[in-house]
């Protein structure tokens, strides 16, 4: 079993339109992260959040992007007003449990947004 | 974080080690060193990580040389499935990771 799984793993939108996607740690992480990779570039960091607020974002997290844990089990990205550049694939993770000295993340499967 | 260095691919026959190179010239003493990587379009996989000495799990081995300044992942016995982007990182402390280009190692069968 993953332990972190994402929804939807595959998502068509048009330009302008709302699109969430969510994540699902296996264990109750305070802490998760969500990553970007454009089709044939490198992964890139998002967002990181503790405890229900933002605790680092990079530049790619504008405006347009928001992240919430509306019920304490699951994690959300929101992208307010998709642009064709938003195409990507979306990334959750969420550090491993058990692992001592450093911080180790696990990433989940994926969700592929695709905005015509 | 301290910047990495790595040959942007290489081949190695399957059954053989690969002993993929990383430079961290820039390390600092409580950076360590992490090691991930990302088969097709999945999500990064962790293989292993380190601080100063080397380390061994069921995946792969870590050499850090004694300076800290570069370090070696080593895949025993390479298979097909090992065939993927591996990614050298240094981080220290907070959980989030800044991935470079990495190594695309291609098993030849």
């Known amino acids: 079993e993953p332990e972190v799984t994402q929804t939807p793993s595959h998502q068509v939108t048009q330009m302008g339109q709302e699109v969430i996607l969510r994540c699902v740690p296996i264990?109750?992480?305070?802490?998760f992260y969500w990553y970007r990779q454009i089709l044939g570039q490198k992964v890139e960091f998002l967002v990181s959040?503790?405890?229900?607020?933002?605790?680092?974002k990079s530049e790619i997290f504008d405006d347009q992007f928001s992240v919430e844990r509306p019920d304490g089990s699951n994690f959300t990205l929101k992208i307010r007003s998709t642009k064709l550049e938003d195409s990507a694939m979306y990334f959750c993770a969420t550090p491993v449990s058990g692992v001592s000295g450093a911080n180790v993340l696990t990433f989940g499967a994926g969700s592929r947004l695709t905005v015509l | 974080d301290a910047k990495t260095t790595q040959p942007p691919s290489m081949d190695c026959a399957e059954g053989r080690a690969a002993n993929l190179p990383c430079n961290h010239s820039?390390?600092?003493?409580?950076?360590?060193v992490y090691w991930y990587r990302q088969i097709h379009s999945q999500g990064p996989q962790y293989i292993i990580h380190g601080l100063k000495n080397n380390e061994t799990n069921e995946m792969a081995s870590l050499i850090i040389t004694e300076d800290r300044k570069s370090s070696t992942l080593i895949l025993p016995h390479a298979t097909l499935r090992d065939t993927a982007v591996y990614y050298c990182i240094v981080r220290y402390g907070a959980n989030n990771l800044f991935f470079g280009t990495g190594t695309r190692l291609t098993v030849i069968p």
């Open positions: 959040f503790y405890n229900n607020e933002i605790s680092e």
């Open positions: 264990s109750n992480h305070l802490y």
């Open positions: 820039t390390i600092s003493g409580n950076e360590y």
